[in-house]
């Protein structure tokens, strides 16, 4: 081969390399600086993760601990808006059909909004305001007076 074709060769897959080195570069600065994180260079956050694990724990009428279970874990990915109502089994419904509202316990909670190092929560009428990675607790709707009352354990993470 002539020098011309190899040197011809190599400036092609230079640029090759040199474009997708510069694709991945773009997209993981992109991923990790914009999409991710609220209000950055002005643009809205995709999703947050949301950790729910419910548990039940609780008292019978005589003041004795019926025990303690611990549910399975779920992640919900959230956004600005999202609520969630609590149904009869114990689990989440994220931004429920307006004809399956009337089947479910009630509005457990909702996002306000995502900041940069902080979520506000509308949790039973009450405004809350949590750090990212803070785990916190809301307690079901749904209270039993003498028996295992469930609650839920749940932590957001950008």
């Known amino acids: 081969m002539h020098n011309t074709i190899l040197r011809n060769i190599g400036i092609i897959i230079g640029a090759i390399i040199g474009l997708i080195s510069i694709l991945a570069i773009g997209s993981l600065v992109y991923f990790?600086?914009?999409?991710?994180?609220?209000?950055?260079?002005?643009m809205e956050a995709n999703y947050f993760l949301l950790k729910v694990t419910p548990?039940?724990?609780?008292?019978?009428e005589f003041g004795e601990s019926v025990g303690y279970g611990k549910g399975e874990s779920k992640d919900y990915e959230i956004s600005n808006g999202d609520i969630f109502y609590e149904d009869f089994y114990g689990t989440l419904v994220q931004n429920?059909?307006?004809?399956?509202?009337?089947?479910?316990?009630g509005l457990l909670f909702k996002v306000i909004s995502l900041d940069e190092?902080?979520?506000?929560?509308?949790?039973?009428?009450?405004?809350?305001?949590?750090?990212?990675?803070?785990?916190?607790?809301?307690?079901?709707?749904?209270?039993?007076?003498?028996?295992?009352?469930?609650?839920?354990?749940?932590?957001?993470?950008?």
């Open 32 to 42: 990790r600086y914009f999409a991710f994180v609220p209000d950055k260079g002005g």
């Open 55 to 60: 548990y039940n724990s609780g008292t019978n």
């Open 96 to 105: 429920p059909k307006e004809s399956e509202i009337p089947n479910m316990i």
């Open 117 to 158: 190092d902080k979520v506000t929560l509308l949790i039973n009428q009450e405004e809350c305001t949590i750090m990212y990675g803070e785990e916190f607790v809301v307690c079901s709707l749904l209270e039993v007076q003498d028996g295992a009352s469930t609650s839920y354990r749940m932590q957001i993470t950008p």
